[in-house]
């Protein structure tokens, strides 16, 4: 009896350096890798027809999931420079950091739940189902519709999305549609079409994105706001009204790291 229960306890032991293992092998296989992509938003609209608005976008995402993004609004320039906007979301500070280089200006908050529901990950898979590559990256696609509830117009509306995953990436969405259509003369006909599309995606070193220039000046919300305003008033066309900008302001001491 107690040489048999020696043998089970040794096959139990056995079993369990094997899944450890296995465990082990599988987490180091998961491990997210740095990379960088850019990306384009283009917007379509049915007022519009022939007429699109298009927006590029620089990621940058580290290992542990922090992600920086560089958009480029409208085009816009202060001289020869695009006027840009620069969000870090690091995970390892609990900071979310938005720098506007326009004004040589930060402005810094706590990290909220929006950020962190958003968090790159490491995964095996994405939801919905194989899709073949985009960019050389296996890519899952997940598709939902939906009626507006309340709808936008007099006519019955409905929601089309669909995401293009990379599970290598942390299920980093390569490519999304997003289709509003309404339903006229008994057809559904598009309204509006919003597309992001991955136009390169690499693995590579990710910090120099992640840095800050120590001449910066942290500035509260609604203070940012009224200088971005004076700087480039094409780009930022909207004077904010003192009680905007106060409430911004009594936003941003709230939530300080």
Not at 237 to 249: G, H, K, W, Y
Request: with cysteine; proline share 6%; hydrophobic share 35%.
């Amino acid at each position: 009896m107690k040489t048999k229960t020696l043998t089970i306890l040794a096959a139990l032991g056995t079993l369990g350096v094997v899944g450890y293992n296995l465990g082990t092998r599988m987490l180091h296989a998961a491990a997210l890798r740095s990379f960088t992509a850019t990306v384009t938003h283009t917007t379509y609209t049915a007022d519009f027809p022939g007429l699109s608005l298009t927006i590029g976008e620089d990621v940058a995402v580290r290992e542990d999931g922090s992600s920086v993004r560089i958009q480029y609004p409208r085009g816009a320039r202060i001289g020869n420079k695009p006027v840009t906007w620069r969000g870090i979301s690091d995970f390892s500070t609990g900071r979310l950091t938005v720098v506007h280089p326009e004004i040589s200006a930060t402005v810094t908050t706590k990290l909220g739940s929006i950020e962190y529901a958003v968090q790159y990950q490491p995964q095996y898979t994405c939801a919905g189902i194989n899709a073949g590559q985009i960019l050389e990256f296996d890519v899952q696609l997940s598709e939902r519709t939906e009626s507006l509830n309340p709808s936008p117009g007099p006519e019955p509306h409905r929601m089309t999305e669909k995401t293009w995953a990379a599970p290598a990436l942390g299920c980093f969405v390569l490519r999304s549609e997003n289709l509003i259509e309404k339903l006229t003369s008994g057809a559904w006909v598009m309204d509006k079409l919003a597309v992001t599309q991955a136009v390169k995606a690499a693995y590579g070193p990710v910090d120099s994105y992640f840095e800050i220039p120590a001449n910066y000046t942290e500035m509260a919300t609604g203070d940012a706001l009224v200088r971005l305003h004076q700087v480039d008033p094409d780009a930022y066309p909207s004077e904010p009204e003192s009680a905007r900008v106060q409430q911004l302001n009594k936003m941003y001491f709230a939530h300080r790291p």
